[in-house]
């Protein structure tokens, strides 16, 4: 047999010949727009929730309420006027109680509860329409030292008992007795800031008429302390 007989005899049976070199096979062709359906879910539910955040964010810089603002100085028991007060629309958290704007009449002419400072919104716990010296009471101002202070801060309507001690260097503190001390029963009005140097701070106390000269005689003598009285007054 011949060598071009020999040649297409390997050719019609399918064996390769020796020598030849295969050329390169190109990759099978793999679709674009082929995806993942995990990835494509994940993908809309980032976008859905970043809307929603968008949305939430939009809300809450519209939903904005008109309240009621204090725009100077007030002291405890002063009646408020409309010059004390102003109107500021804020974003208002539902756990915040602030008088609304709508309001403002119905606080005007009644009495601070608390010292009010401007810049701050009025909450309807910080009014009161009754006097906070009563009548039949009286109004005795007690310094008390920084060691007598208690660690409690001192508000108004806190009940308080004044106490008179014996001063030391007389008879009666050397004296022993198994008697009560002598209480006055009294309600804090107000209580001022520490004084600088000093740390004296004044406390008003509201007693009955007839109790409160016999306070502001202890308080004189250097004879009286403040104690906190129980949450029920007794």
Same mark, same amino acid.
């Given at each position: 047999?011949?060598?071009?007989?020999?040649?297409?005899?390997?050719?019609?049976?399918?064996?390769?010949?020796?020598?030849?070199?295969?050329?390169?096979?190109?990759p099978?062709?793999?679709?674009?727009?082929?995806?993942?359906?995990?990835?494509?879910?994940?993908?809309?539910?980032?976008?859905?929730?970043?809307?929603a955040?968008?949305?939430?964010?939009?809300?809450?810089?519209?939903?904005?309420?008109?309240?009621?603002?204090?725009?100077?100085?007030?002291?405890?028991?002063?009646?408020?006027?409309?010059g004390?007060?102003?109107?500021?629309s804020?974003?208002?958290?539902?756990?915040?109680k602030?008088?609304?704007?709508?309001?403002?009449?119905s606080?005007?002419?009644?009495?601070a509860?608390?010292?009010l400072k401007?810049?701050?919104?009025?909450?309807?716990?910080?009014?009161?329409?009754?006097?906070?010296?009563?009548?039949g009471?009286?109004?005795?101002?007690?310094?008390?030292?920084?060691?007598?202070?208690?660690?409690?801060?001192?508000?108004?309507?806190?009940?308080?008992?004044?106490?008179?001690?014996?001063?030391?260097?007389?008879?009666?503190?050397? $004296?022993? &007795? +198994? @008697? /009560? #001390?002598? %209480?006055?029963?009294?309600? *804090?009005? $107000?209580? &001022? +800031? @520490? /004084? #600088?140097? %000093?740390?004296?701070?004044? *406390?008003?106390?509201?007693?009955? @008429? /007839?109790?409160?000269?016999?306070?502001?005689?202890?308080?004189?003598?250097?004879?009286?302390?403040?104690?906190?009285?129980?949450?029920?007054?007794?």
């Amino acid at each position: 047999m011949s060598k071009t007989q020999e040649l297409d005899a390997a050719r019609s049976s399918g064996i390769p010949q020796q020598g030849r070199v295969a050329g390169p096979v190109a990759p099978p062709r793999v679709s674009a727009r082929r995806r993942r359906p995990g990835v494509i879910a994940l993908s809309l539910a980032l976008i859905a929730a970043g809307g929603a955040g968008v949305a939430v964010l939009l809300l809450q810089v519209g939903n904005r309420t008109d309240v009621v603002t204090v725009v100077r100085d007030v002291q405890v028991g002063q009646v408020l006027t409309e010059g004390d007060l102003g109107r500021a629309s804020v974003a208002l958290d539902p756990a915040v109680k602030a008088v609304r704007a709508d309001d403002l009449k119905s606080v005007v002419g009644k009495r601070a509860a608390v010292e009010l400072k401007p810049g701050s919104l009025l909450a309807p716990s910080q009014v009161t329409k009754d006097n906070l010296v009563k009548a039949g009471e009286q109004l005795v101002p007690i310094g008390l030292e920084p060691k007598q202070i208690p660690a409690t801060a001192l508000v108004p309507g806190q009940k308080v008992q004044l106490v008179r001690v014996p001063a030391l260097g007389t008879t009666d503190a050397d $004296k022993t &007795s +198994d @008697a /009560a #001390p002598q %209480t006055i029963n009294g309600r *804090v009005v $107000k209580a &001022s +800031d @520490a /004084a #600088p140097g %000093t740390g004296i701070v004044v *406390v008003d106390v509201a007693t009955s @008429a /007839a109790d409160g000269p016999t306070a502001a005689a202890w308080e004189a003598a250097g004879t009286l302390r403040l104690v906190l009285a129980a949450p029920d007054g007794h």
